[in-house]
């Protein structure tokens, strides 16, 4: 019997030495979460509004309206964060041109700026090319004697490039600034 006893503070105090031994520094980061979509008309009738309504088909032609009709903005990382109640919640809005697509996703604070360059060389194009001014402008290029050769680019793998596969969520902040792609965690 004494030798149970023994067998059992043994595996006891091994537990306890292994519990202590994970602590929250080194555990890992959480991966990003899919949070779901937006209820935006109870969105806005917590701003005051009357309701939500679409204007357009793209998705910043959501918005709050008031009794009269006149409208107001609304902004979805808020909406988001009032939504699933919590600050770590974003946007992220999956086809610009399908007003639908806007989901919230509970990620981590860290931001990473996607590398198109490194991303288009690595993987055997010439550069990278930015051809308008939206987020969807984005281009690798190869160069030739016959000329340029343009070729989309999926967001998503460039920053699972950038960040060593760490970033699970593509996202831009505005569709009308190119630059303000971010990679999440």
């Known amino acids: 019997m ?25 555990a890992a980061a959480p991966s990003p979460q899919r949070l779901g979509g937006l209820d935006l008309g109870a969105y806005c009738r917590w701003l005051g509004y009357a309701d939500a ?21 609304l902004r979805f990382d808020e909406a988001c964060r009032w939504t699933y109640a919590t600050d770590s ?34 993987t055997g194009h010439s550069a990278s090319v930015l051809l308008g001014s939206s987020v969807y402008d ?7 004697r016959a000329g340029p050769t343009y070729f ?15 970033a699970t969520v593509e996202r831009f902040v505005n569709y009308y600034n190119a630059r303000s792609w971010q990679c999440r965690v």
């Open 2 to 26: 004494r030798s149970i006893g023994k067998v059992l503070l043994a595996l006891l105090i091994g537990l306890a030495g292994m519990l202590t031994a994970v602590s929250p520094a080194s």
């Open 53 to 73: 309504g679409l204007t357009g088909a793209t998705a910043y032609d959501w918005h709050c309206f008031r009794s009269d009709g006149s409208r107001g903005d």
């Open 89 to 122: 919640a974003v946007d992220r809005i999956g086809s610009f041109r399908d007003p639908a697509s806007v989901e919230c996703w509970r990620v981590t604070a860290t931001v990473t700026t996607p590398d198109f360059e490194r991303y288009c060389t690595s």
């Open 138 to 144: 984005w281009q690798c290029v190869s160069y030739s």
């Open 152 to 166: 989309q680019i999926n967001v998503l793998a460039v920053c699972q490039y950038t960040t060593a596969r760490t």
